[in-house]
């Protein structure tokens, strides 16, 4: 089992930054890519921004040039850097780890307020 321990979410005003962090521990071995999706009310879940562990990226285009999600191996942690927040970035936030390529696993998930 993997667990993933998310912080840094909260309330910004447009413009802002904020910045996510996602530890993993437990069977942390074999973890292929890790990331960051979301879900806003009335929406399904979708990717935000993963990583894999040689270090290639992908993100969604709406988050193109505002989010860099970066990876520390030696503390199994993801980070994800949020810059120029919009109102539509409020959601919940949650990451995600792969691992062996068919185990999924999911934080708790962490709430993103863009309100002025």
């Known amino acids: 089992q993997v667990q993933l321990v998310e912080s840094g979410g909260g309330l910004v005003q447009p413009g802002g930054s904020l910045r996510l962090s996602c530890a993993a521990s437990g069977s942390i071995f074999g973890i292929y890519a890790m990331g960051w999706y979301r879900q806003a009310p009335g929406n399904q879940r979708e990717l935000v921004a993963s990583?894999?562990?040689?270090?290639?990226?992908n993100y969604a285009d709406s988050v193109k040039g505002r989010f860099t999600i970066s990876r520390d191996n030696a503390r199994n942690t993801v980070y994800l850097q949020m810059n120029s927040l919009k109102y539509e970035d409020t959601a919940v936030y949650y990451c995600?780890?792969?691992?062996?390529?068919?185990?999924?696993?999911w934080g708790q998930g962490t709430q993103v307020t863009v309100s002025s």
């Open positions: 990583i894999t562990s040689g270090g290639f990226t």
């Open positions: 995600h780890a792969l691992r062996g390529g068919t185990q999924h696993y």
